[in-house]
């Protein structure tokens, strides 16, 4: 099977660096991503101690105001871990997004961040669309000798995976998929030598 091209395709992050427009960023980011536990099923910070970091720098930064002694090296000691929440996340987005370029502005959309794309957009060796509600149709490029092509999807950001039916031709539809979730598919073909390499997740919002 032909391999696409590979193009780095960079998140943005964007973090500000006022305390107030941090924490209102930072609580953006962890809504979104509670929102889209299917796309980002196991984030490196469990989000819930995330946003008590934020919570916890907010209170920091009001106490500043007090100009009690030691107060401003608690809110800086604050802000540099809400920080680092932030780059841990920003990387773990970063990771989904590499296993599925070709749906990068969906998947950062869905943490609230951005993309920055270096090059061309990625071709993929699968293409799928939405054909009717809650059903998809995916077309992988042709193999060479390939006999069948076996196909996957899953519905919670590739931790499993589920089979539909093999088919003869490179092409197939999959019907009765959750609504409103992001699914990623999968494709791979099988020669007389058996099955090749599974193609590349693509992502895409199922409605």
Known sequence: MKTAAIHTILVVLALPRPVLALTVRMN?????????????????????????????????????????????????????????????????????????????????????????????????????????????????QNAKGAKSHEWQYSVDGGKTWTSAPPTTQASTTIQNLPSGTLVQFRQRAVTKTGPGDWTPPVTLAVS
């Open 28 to 140: 953006a980011i962890i809504a979104a991503m509670e929102a889209s536990t299917s796309t980002f099923p196991s984030p490196p910070v469990v989000l819930t101690t995330a946003s008590s970091h934020v919570s916890a720098l907010g209170t920091a930064e009001v106490a500043t105001k007090t100009r009690a002694v030691g107060t401003i090296q608690a809110r800086d000691d604050a802000k540099k871990l809400v920080i680092a929440d932030a780059g841990q996340l920003h990387a773990y987005v970063q990771q989904v997004v590499n296993a599925s370029p070709n749906q990068a502005e969906t998947i950062a959309a869905a943490a609230a961040m951005t993309i920055r794309k270096n090059g061309a957009h990625p071709k993929s060796d699968l293409t799928v669309k939405q054909t009717v509600s809650q059903t998809v149709h995916a077309v992988a």
